[in-house]
């Protein structure tokens, strides 16, 4: 009842604000960009519907009328900048970080203060961790890996004779989520189901917190989060999960030393070897934890599903992935280096990412000094700026006959170059940014390629898929400018045949 009274008071009291603010005309305007949407009181609330509704029809739009240029589009509180081709993307990555800011413009899009904790803000040491460490160990952790993808899909999707469909989206995200905390907590715990339930509600939680906390002005927000957000209880619910692992391992490092025999070698250990201050507390360790959750796990499932669904629609395709993986691992076993070696399953991937990625932009940057494009596009102080990624992922200027899926397209071009690597998945460039490009360029990209590969390889020598329906991936579904695989669409699955 208090509860709701202050939601309703709140409410009432931001409409006020936006009113305010909307018949008001807004200083941050940036009278000298272009409009994609109204720009006039009220009637620019059409402009934020369609980003909200409508963001990849009105990204190509805008694509399509400025591309090499920028152009705005309106969001609750402010306009938004995009920018358009690889010369622009290019200049993203070259201006300093105290120029156009990644840290600070996720500190907003996410409230990190009031999801993730300022502490990700200010001590992002889990960075270096999943840069370095993680990638590091991929060689000597692919057993696990491995090991952690069949167990999962021989439990969830047995293979049997006769088709059985499965949903895609449910059951790819515990695949992904056993097999990358197999790596992050190890076993037994990356199995428990109420650890797997609070890392994918967890991601949801946060996302869907800041996007209500975002919705107040600024001053109300640290109160909108008590009402909206549930971090407090999740760490909670992760303390039950963690907490004694790491008192165990605190007291083996004790009397045995910091390097004791079978010490787990998983993320948590790095963690805790490099957390220093108040991140070495439980609750601490257990929010980064999930942090590192939230941005390996929901991403990488989402990938996979999408790519999963256009295997479905052409399963014409499995086949020569199938050769592929069989005469690879014939030779080097199931080991990181054998994925290296995959250059269909590689390329498969990589297609996905291009033709749907996550969305229809990248690179979102905060500015916190002035800055000008090269083109004499001008950004003030206190502006967003993103990337429009979709429609230049499509552009034939850069990718021929763009609008077709075209699974080997990168294993072509790699056997054309003649060189093995500005092609494969993780190498991001100018006209491919689905991991973003430069400097912030996705750190989880080596580690979660080499997973995506070793699930298609899996799926690919184990099973045949497709959809009831052939040759059709069914619509997926669109969040603003997230661009997630269909929600309910099933994939039929059977033991293969040949
Ligand atoms: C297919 C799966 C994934 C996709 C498509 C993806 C995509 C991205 C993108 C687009 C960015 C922002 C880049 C930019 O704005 O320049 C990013 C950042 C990040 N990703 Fe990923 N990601 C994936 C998997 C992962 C995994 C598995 C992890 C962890 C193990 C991870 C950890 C991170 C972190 C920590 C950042 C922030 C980097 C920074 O602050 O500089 N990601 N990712
Ligand atoms: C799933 O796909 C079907 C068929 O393409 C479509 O009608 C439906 O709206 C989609 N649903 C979601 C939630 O993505």
Not at 219 to 239: H, Y
Not at 413 to 425: A, K, P, T
Request: charged fraction near 25%.
């Amino acid at each position: 009842m208090k509860g709701d009274l202050l939601t309703y008071g709140l409410l009432a009291l931001t409409t006020i604000v936006l009113l305010v603010k909307w018949l008001k005309p807004s200083p941050s305007s940036l009278p000298h960009i272009p409009a994609l949407t109204p720009t006039a009181p009220i009637l620019s609330l059409y402009g934020t519907y369609r980003f909200l509704v409508d963001n990849k029809g009105l990204m190509q739009e805008g694509y399509a009328k400025y591309k090499g240029k920028a152009f705005k589009v309106a969001e609750i509180f402010r306009w938004h900048v995009m920018v358009t081709g690889p010369k622009m993307v290019e200049e993203i990555r070259k201006a300093p970080d105290d120029v156009l800011s990644f840290d600070d413009a996720t500190r907003q899009t996410l409230q990190v203060d009031y999801t993730l904790g300022s502490n990700v803000y200010y001590n992002p040491y889990h960075i270096p961790i999943v840069r370095t460490t993680l990638t590091r160990n991929l060689p000597i952790l692919f057993p696990e890996v491995r090991d952690e993808i069949k167990e999962a899909f021989n439990e969830i999707i047995p293979p049997t004779n006769d088709w059985v469909a499965y949903p895609a989206v449910d059951n790819m995200m515990k695949i992904v989520c056993r097999t990358s905390n197999r790596i992050f907590v190890g076993l037994p715990k990356c199995r428990d189901p109420d650890w797997m339930k609070l890392n994918v509600q967890f991601t949801i939680d946060v996302v869907v917190g800041a996007f209500k906390i975002g919705m107040f002005p600024p001053f109300l927000r640290p109160l909108a989060a008590r009402l909206f957000t549930n971090v407090p209880n999740s760490i909670d619910r992760g303390l039950k999960h963690l907490g004694p692992m790491i008192r165990h391992r605190r007291k083996m490092m004790e009397e045995y030393g910091k390097d004791y025999d079978n010490k787990p070698n998983d993320f948590l250990s790095w963690l805790m070897d490099d957390a220093e201050g108040e991140e070495q507390t439980e609750r601490a360790l257990v929010l980064r934890i999930l942090t590192v959750n939230f941005a390996a796990i929901h991403t990488s499932s989402q990938s996979f599903t999408h790519a999963l669904y256009r295997l479905a629609a052409n399963p014409e395709w499995i086949l020569p992935m199938r050769e592929e993986v069989e005469r690879v691992v014939k030779a080097d076993g199931w080991t990181k280096l054998a994925m290296q070696k995959m250059r269909k399953v590689d390329s498969f991937m990589k297609e996905s990412q291009r033709y749907y990625g996550l969305g229809a932009l990248s690179m979102t940057r905060l500015a916190l000094k002035d800055f000008t494009f090269s083109d004499g596009t001008f950004i003030p102080e206190g502006t967003f700026v993103s990337a429009v990624a979709m429609p230049m992922h499509h552009d034939d200027d850069y990718y021929s006959d763009g609008e077709v899926f075209n699974p080997w397209r990168f294993s072509e071009m790699r056997d054309e170059d003649g060189e093995g690597l500005r092609h494969q998945m993780v190498s991001t460039g100018s006209e491919y940014i689905p991991f973003g490009h430069g400097k912030h360029a996705c750190p989880g990209r080596f580690f979660a390629a080499n997973e995506l590969k070793a699930m298609l390889a899996h799926v690919v020598v184990t099973y045949d898929v497709k959809f009831e329906k052939e040759g059709v991936v069914p619509d997926p579904f669109w969040a603003a400018s997230a661009n997630a695989p269909n929600l309910s669409a099933k994939v039929l699955f059977r033991k293969r045949q040949d």
